[in-house]
């Protein structure tokens, strides 16, 4: 069972991710699987219910709650994950299996997945809620990564740049797809996730006066152009 984490969320400008970044680059290591541009493209497909029952509960605040997604990475097929992202209590847990490029493309075009397919608890309760609940594809959040790692405290602090959102399910593999910002201009999310604690010399290493956090869930963002 994967551990429940601590999330904090912040907005940040292109100057604050420049600073912080001097900052905590002798401290933390830079993620192996970046490319040569320094960070990577995370692509995910998110579903919610008949009646947007995922968006509401987070715009409400509700806890639990839970999303599920399927992400992949640098528009990659070869490593394509079932997510499921649940809130409680402040924090925050994250359960995945794997999907075929078959699976996946067959969700898209709307039919529905046979729980008896597989075991995995996860895929079963996803096909599940196809069912009871209408879960179905709603949007598409794009955005460029860079993310740093602290082994003690399993410390993982990522800048995510330019957030953009997508209705194209069709071209969910694609290297490029249409999108549309859903930021104000030079604004991105810094977010910082750890275990039990965080050390001191990397929680103050992040710290500028100008940086605001915040509870902005990248979803809620980019559902706002066409909640329906």
Known sequence: MSKYRHEFKYLCSENDILCIQFRIAPLMQIDSHIDE???????SLYFDTYNNGCYMDNINGVEPREKFRIRIYNADDSFIRLELKRKEHGM?????CTLTREQCVRI???KLLSPYETDNALYRKFCILQRT???RPKIIVEYDRIPYIYKNGNVRATFDRNVRSSSQFEGFFEERIPTRSVMQGGQHIMEVKFDEYIPDFIHHAIQTSHLQRTAVSKYCLCRKYNLR
């Open 37 to 43: 541009t320094m960070m990577y493209t995370i692509r």
């Open 92 to 96: 925050t847990q994250k359960l995945s």
């Open 108 to 110: 898209i075009e709307g």
């Open 133 to 135: 609940h209408l879960l």
